[in-house]
């Protein structure tokens, strides 16, 4: 069995900056692509960045280029999502998105999202 933890998420100021970290545990044999979703209000579930095996493939949606940055860290099976001079429109819950190869082949494993606010 796997598991998907996403952490980090607060009520932070316009202009401020938070880090939210996704912890994968369980029959692991491999992690593959690892994605960040945000979910707005009453907005479908978007991907705002992703990160390859090996960490040279990054990929942001244009709304978050250049203020957020994704990392792993494969020793600790764990993806992080820096996010500086957050905006209001930033707010709603992120999820993590992981393709994890365990007892039971490749699939995807999505977290219980960790709700971000950014309001003055």
């Known amino acids: 069995q796997v598991q998907v933890v996403e952490s980090g998420g607060a009520l932070v100021q316009p202009g401020g900056s938070l880090s939210l970290s996704c912890v994968v545990s369980g029959n692991i044999f491999s992690i593959d692509a690892v994605g960040w979703y945000l979910q707005a209000p009453g907005k479908r579930r978007d991907r705002v960045a992703a990160i390859g095996v090996d960490s040279t493939t990054t990929i942001y949606s244009d709304s978050v280029k250049g203020r957020f940055t994704i990392s792993r860290d494969n020793a600790k099976n764990t993806v992080y999502l820096r996010m500086n001079n957050l905006k209001p429109e930033d707010t709603g819950v992120y999820y993590c998105?992981?393709?994890?190869?365990?007892?039971?082949?490749?699939?995807?494993?999505w977290g219980q999202g960790t709700q971000v606010t950014v309001s003055s």
């Open positions: 998105n992981a393709f994890v190869t365990g007892d039971t082949g490749l699939r995807d494993y």
